[in-house]
């Protein structure tokens, strides 16, 4: 376990991330009682105060219980809850990190569909487009570039909305938008001299792009969106775990 300081998110948030990814991959158990304040303060590299910071919004969340006296303790069940990928915006995940959100907008307006952007959205080239690009900030360090495609004639009137401050997922839901799931993929690549302008970067230096297709629940395409994150500002924090089933499985051959 690691927690950074140059990264955005407070240490206590990121101590809280920690933890539960452990919890998560099954590394700590149900019931199992987490190391004394000391050690975990030592191995986390963060005080006493931001520990218990953590620990306490841990149990707040009925992760973690405590007995005085005794220490900390996996919560029974704790393990089988499913781990959060909830498909968030920009300003949600900010405020759930602690963080204060913010946004330049570098482009709102409605435009033709090209042949790439018909495609993923399964509508005919030339259908109006509404397109919306941001850099996007936390506690006023830009973190992201985020251009989003939505047809317009789901969002009418969108261009005359002030993105900078307004959130796009809630004039979304405004809309009668009801997003489902993000179906996303991510990979890295060098800064560009746009990126690099705009994320304060050198040109060359990585990014991660993030590709996400939004769908409601009967599968339709809402909008895509193309993210692009400054390598050494921002991560993205998963596991992967190996299902007992298959295990079991293996075992009995």
Known sequence: MSIRSDYPEPLWIQAVNLINSEIASGVLKPGMRLPPERELCQQLNISR?????????????????ASHGRGWYVATGAANKEWPNSLESFSETAERMGLTASSEVLRSEVAPASLDEAEELSIAPGTPLFHLERVRLLNNVPIAIDLTRIPAELVPGFTEVNFATDSLYEKLAEAGLELLRADSTIEAREADEYVAKHLVLEVGKPVLVMKQLVVDNTDKPLFTSTIQYSGDRYRLRTFFSRSNALSRTRRGH
């Open 49 to 65: 105060v931001t520990l218990r910071k953590a620990l306490t919004k841990l149990v707040e969340d009925g992760v973690l219980s």
